[in-house]
């Protein structure tokens, strides 16, 4: 399995990935650093809950399991984050300029795990907003 970059609440969250990051930024009341060439450019993110379906599924079809398989909730723009997190909570934005180094916008295609059974049904929105939550109350 290749999973997109994981979001969500787990007991070992990452906060260098685009929505955990974010998500403490706003729960901290501090802006959102934001490199401003890469707002619109696209990546594969797949939820907590999806890697855990996406491994189920894996397990359960061992004897399908040939090749490389993309598990991913959805591919995202920094732009949709953003706004899945203006709708919880108003937060400032701090633009910065970077050179682009090795940040390419791209969609993955994750039909093959589909084909599996695979359903993806963590929502970007519902996450933020539970780990909003969880990062307020500690």
């Given at each position: ?21 974010f998500c403490y ?96 049904c963590d929502s ?15």
């Amino acid at each position: 399995l290749r999973l997109g970059t994981i979001f969500g609440n787990s007991v070992g969250m990452r906060f260098h990935t685009a929505i955990n990051k974010f998500c403490y930024q706003a729960a901290f009341e501090k802006s959102l650093t934001v490199w401003k060439q890469n707002y619109t450019q696209v990546r594969p993110y797949l939820g907590i809950n999806d890697a855990q379906t996406a491994f189920i599924i894996a397990i359960n079809n061992k004897e399908k399991m040939k090749g490389t398989f993309n598990v991913l909730t959805g591919n995202y723009s920094l732009n949709d984050i953003i706004d899945s997190i203006q709708c919880l909570k108003k937060v400032q934005i701090e633009w910065t300029d970077t050179p682009l180094l090795n940040q390419y916008s791209y969609n993955v295609n994750y039909d093959k795990i589909k084909q599996l059974g695979y359903i993806p049904c963590d929502s970007l929105e519902w996450e933020i907003g539970h780990t909003l939550k969880l990062l307020k109350h500690n």
